[in-house]
């Protein structure tokens, strides 16, 4: 019933034509899967993502809520930031819409190659979160439209495509990142964190042009940055993404506009205990942001 309700509202023309579901809608939020589709170089893309909606959403004349883009690791799904993650909890108490694309085993790659095994989808993953699922929320949703009122954050894997979404795409006020992956040419061939992207890319050392491309810290992409306000957080006991990765970070953006914040964890691990306490910090420096 919850479902068929928020269908109903979702493909609304008019936000004030929304049905109002049969609970109170001004003290209840909501978890909903959808389809999506797009256009990706002139071929059809489709997908899926999991949608909070805050309390209030349903309100008939309500109005259009801020944005947050949720990226999870790799091979994880969105399910686990509903199972294991504190998101719907902060965008009850911020008032934001949240979106959790599935992107299973992307690493946030901008192309697929030759040498590419194992496509997680028939779309790259920073095109298909740029240019096909952001615009299908925008259209689809109500929902910011504009720079000032989307996010994009994410954890491991999530967490290297939230930066890397705000450097490629000028759409996002603020990006949010916990235990990301930044910088591929530092990264140990024996890692596993080295074989997942090796997937993409091919082995980096026939292929550097391709790993550097989609490095974070190439001085191209920082400078891309310009306008979006960064915060970036990781567990010193990481194991599988050292806080080396953050360190890099910091040093590429060192001297940005604007600044990129950070924060460690003191024996943090690579695990949801740490990406919720940052998320924590996100949506309250997104929303900090976004009132500025």
């Known amino acids: 019933m919850h479902a068929l309700m928020f269908i109903m509202a979702l493909f609304a023309t008019e936000p004030e034509a929304a049905k109002v579901p049969p609970v109170d809608p001004a003290t209840v939020g909501s978890w909903l899967e959808v389809k999506i589709s797009g256009q990706l170089d002139n071929k059809p893309v489709e997908g899926d993502v999991l949608l909070y909606t805050p309390p209030g959403y349903y309100v008939k004349g309500a109005k259009r809520y801020p944005l947050v883009l949720a990226l999870h690791g790799w091979d994880h799904t969105p399910a686990l930031f509903r199972e294991k993650g504190n998101l719907a909890a902060l965008a009850d108490q911020y008032g934001f819409v949240v979106a959790i694309p599935d992107t299973g085993r992307t690493i946030f790659e901008t192309a697929f190659y030759k040498e590419t095994r194992g496509k997680w989808t028939k779309a790259p993953g920073a095109p298909y979160v740029g240019e096909v699922v952001l615009p299908w929320l925008r259209e689809h949703l109500r929902v910011a439209q504009d720079k000032a009122g989307t996010a994009v954050i994410g954890y491991s894997t999530g967490g290297r495509g939230a930066v890397l979404l705000a450097e490629l795409y000028p759409e996002f006020a603020f990006a949010g990142s916990v235990s990301g992956t930044f910088d591929l040419m530092g990264l140990d061939p024996k890692t596993g964190e080295y074989r997942i992207h090796q997937i993409i890319y091919g082995k980096r050392d026939k292929f550097p042009e391709r790993w550097q491309k989609d490095t974070n810290i190439r001085p ?20 599988s993404v050292p806080v080396l990765q953050l360190e890099a970070l910091v040093i590429a953006m060192a001297g940005s506009v604007p600044t990129l914040e950070t924060a460690i964890t003191k024996g943090g691990t690579h695990d949801w205990p740490v990406w919720n306490e940052h998320f924590t910090a996100m949506f309250q420096r997104f929303d900090r942001v976004r009132r500025h």
Request: no cysteine; net charge neutral; proline share 0%.
């Open 220 to 239: 191209e992409l920082i400078a891309k940055l310009n306008g979006t306000s960064v915060y970036a957080a990781h567990g010193d006991k990481d194991k």
